[in-house]
């Protein structure tokens, strides 16, 4: 079945072939306009996957908080890479 | 490279980005905003369940012009408990462990309610500096006593979170490098170490619900005399 036509910007990510990665990164809009448009856009898909549901359990907040606990460790590795076998806490 | 047991208060910087704005964007996040629908998802039911209930408890004692209160207080209510609640979390950061930040929270918001008092009704504010039925020659004292008691007010919010805050990570931290050190040298008192790490880490949790209503109701008293 052909796909209809689609400009090469407007394609989500995973659509876009390896050649156009180049085009794609160019046309996208990366003003703060256009970055807060694509958090919210992450954001609702997030919300209306995991939690926006008829009997969320608690894996919607679990994920974000597990996230959220990765990302501080990767934030302060610099400063925790100092504990690991120190001879004295 | 020296480090202390305080660096884990410590805001380290990536890219430029300290972990405080991370910690406190994410109850942000983590809140979903009402929305208008008949019958919502469960997160958002529990959270206005809670707020409701909350607001209503929180603002029995206090008149009708104070309930223009009831947004910011109960707004508060839940960004401290939810950055209490995620400082406990392994490897965050706790915001409210910072005195500038608690302060930042009391002076504003206890000004408020002082200049509303002397604003809308100044004589009855003044009043205030005063108890009913103290002996004509305590006055001048109980009066300078009263006004020193209310400078402190918003000091004493901001040191009380942050105090407790900090204390309850330090133990935390402390007992835990204990129990880390211990199990490979002694591990029957390992384990009564990690029982009593256990028991602290429920503690702290209440402590984190605690302290944040403990303000927001001290905020509230202090309306209730005001307004």
């Given at each position: 079945?052909?796909?209809?036509?689609?400009?090469?910007?407007?394609?989500?990510?995973?659509d876009?072939?390896?050649?156009?990665?180049?085009?794609?990164l160019?046309?996208?809009?990366?003003?703060?306009?256009?970055?807060?448009a694509?958090?919210?856009?992450?954001?609702?898909?997030?919300?209306?996957?995991?939690?926006?549901?008829?009997?969320?359990?608690i894996?919607?907040?679990?994920?974000?908080?597990?996230?959220?606990?990765?990302l501080?460790?990767?934030?302060?590795?610099d400063?925790?890479?100092?504990?690991?076998?120190r001879?004295?806490? | 490279?020296?480090?202390?047991?305080?660096?884990?208060?410590?805001s380290?910087?990536?890219?430029?980005?300290?972990?405080?704005?991370?910690?406190?964007?994410?109850?942000?996040i983590?809140?979903?905003?009402?929305?208008?629908?008949?019958?919502?998802?469960?997160?958002l039911?529990?959270?206005?369940?809670?707020?409701?209930?909350?607001?209503?408890?929180?603002?029995l004692?206090?008149n009708?012009p104070?309930?223009?209160?009831?947004?910011?207080l109960a707004?508060?209510?839940?960004?401290?408990?939810?950055?209490?609640?995620?400082?406990?979390?392994?490897?965050?950061f706790?915001?409210?462990?910072?005195?500038?930040?608690?302060?930042?929270?009391?002076?504003?918001?206890?000004?408020?309610?002082?200049?509303?008092?002397?604003?809308?009704?100044?004589?009855?504010?003044?009043?205030?500096?005063?108890?009913?039925?103290?002996?004509?020659?305590?006055?001048?004292?109980?009066?300078?006593?009263?006004?020193?008691?209310?400078?402190i007010?918003?000091?004493?919010?901001?040191?009380?979170?942050?105090?407790?805050?900090t204390?309850?990570?330090?133990?935390?931290?402390?007992?835990?490098?204990?129990?880390?050190?211990?199990?490979?040298?002694?591990?029957?008192?390992a384990?009564?170490?990690?029982?009593?790490?256990?028991m602290?880490?429920?503690?702290?949790?209440a402590v984190?619900?605690?302290?944040?209503?403990?303000?927001?109701?001290?905020?509230?008293?202090?309306?209730?005399?005001?307004?």
């Amino acid at each position: 079945m052909a796909d209809r036509p689609v400009a090469i910007v407007e394609k989500r990510l995973m659509d876009v072939k390896l050649g156009e990665l180049g085009t794609w990164l160019g046309g996208r809009d990366f003003t703060p306009n256009g970055i807060i448009a694509s958090v919210r856009r992450g954001h609702d898909r997030y919300y209306n996957k995991y939690i926006n549901v008829k009997k969320g359990g608690i894996g919607g907040v679990a994920m974000l908080l597990a996230g959220y606990v990765a990302l501080s460790y990767f934030w302060e590795y610099d400063h925790l890479k100092h504990d690991r076998w120190r001879k004295y806490h | 490279m020296v480090t202390s047991f305080f660096d884990q208060f410590s805001s380290p910087l990536f890219m430029g980005i300290p972990l405080m704005a991370l910690a406190l964007l994410l109850p942000w996040i983590l809140l979903p905003t009402p929305s208008s629908r008949w019958l919502n998802n469960r997160l958002l039911t529990l959270q206005n369940w809670f707020l409701g209930m909350f607001t209503r408890q929180l603002l029995l004692p206090i008149n009708h012009p104070g309930h223009k209160w009831a947004l910011i207080l109960a707004s508060l209510m839940i960004f401290l408990l939810s950055l209490n609640l995620l400082g406990l979390l392994p490897y965050t950061f706790t915001p409210t462990t910072q005195l500038s930040i608690n302060l930042g929270f009391a002076v504003p918001l206890w000004l408020a309610t002082v200049l509303i008092g002397l604003r809308n009704q100044p004589n009855l504010s003044l009043a205030h500096l005063l108890p009913e039925g103290t002996p004509l020659l305590l006055i001048p004292i109980l009066i300078i006593i009263e006004t020193i008691s209310l400078m402190i007010r918003p000091l004493a919010l901001g040191v009380r979170l942050t105090a407790n805050l900090t204390a309850g990570h330090l133990l935390i931290q402390l007992i835990s490098t204990g129990l880390f050190v211990l199990l490979s040298l002694q591990p029957a008192v390992a384990i009564l170490t990690g029982a009593l790490l256990l028991m602290l880490s429920l503690l702290e949790v209440a402590v984190a619900i605690i302290q944040a209503y403990v303000f927001v109701l001290l905020l509230s008293l202090y309306l209730q005399e005001n307004v």
